[in-house]
């Protein structure tokens, strides 16, 4: 397994000791390439650690931002996860940094976004991970008739139709995120831990995150606070 957990008492020194770890990675990222890239999960739970990394006085103008997944809504739609991004963290220091987003105009067929989504896509050096109670990360959900498809495809950007939530997807595939230098994973509740505790037994297709924690490829470092 390729995963080391950290454990926290509450979601703030989570989010602290999250910030520091990016914020180090990123500065030595940076001693050795001239750009560093990554990528970020939307929702409502990583707010606080955006906002707080966003405080950070690193070398923003350096860093390439990109997303993990993002629902096919217009970018003003409060669920946008570019939405998200820029109202949360392209503030105060990182608003120097260089945002991409999976596409500028969600009306676009389908196959033109999952198109244009891959032809501008950069691989990202560190992804931020989050989870649902389902197991999935990213936009992986496992009741999602393209699932299986988005576990083997080739493309770096998938379409994701999820069955219990809203919104067609476009998503990093396993094979993105494998490719990744470092993942992290971030989690809250014990509702949540249960799952991963489930997630660490072995791969399984219910539970989607099993496939990053069983990857050989890529270490994710995952934080959960209580």
Not at 16 to 36: C, E, M, T
Not at 86 to 95: E, V
Not at 165 to 182: E, H, I, T, V
Request: hydrophobic residues 40%.
């Amino acid at each position: 397994m390729m995963f080391q957990l950290y454990e926290f008492a509450s979601t703030k020194e989570c989010n602290r000791a999250l910030v520091r770890d990016i914020v180090g990675l990123i500065n030595k990222s940076l001693l050795d390439k001239d750009k560093v890239s990554l990528a970020f999960s939307g929702g409502k739970s990583p707010i606080a650690f955006l906002e707080m990394l966003s405080k950070e006085n690193c070398d923003w103008k350096k860093c390439n931002i990109s997303l993990v997944d993002e629902r096919i809504v217009d970018l003003n739609n409060e669920d946008s996860n570019a939405g998200l991004i820029r109202t949360h963290l392209l503030q105060n220091h990182a608003k120097d940094s260089h945002f991409t987003p999976f596409f500028e105009n969600p009306h676009l067929t389908l196959e033109e976004l999952v198109k244009n989504a891959n032809a501008s896509y950069q691989q990202p050096d560190i992804a931020i991970l989050g989870m649902g109670l389902d197991g999935h990360t990213a936009s992986l959900f496992p009741e999602a008739d393209e699932f299986q498809m988005a576990l083997e495809s080739p493309y770096n950007i998938v379409l994701i139709s999820p069955k219990n939530a809203p919104y067609k997807r476009l998503s990093m595939s396993l094979s993105a995120l494998k490719k990744c230098k470092k993942l992290f994973l971030c989690i809250a509740t014990q509702e949540k831990f249960l799952v991963f505790n489930k997630a660490i037994k072995g791969l399984n297709p219910k539970i989607p995150i099993s496939y990053i924690l069983h990857s050989r490829e890529v270490m994710c470092d995952v934080y959960f606070s209580k």
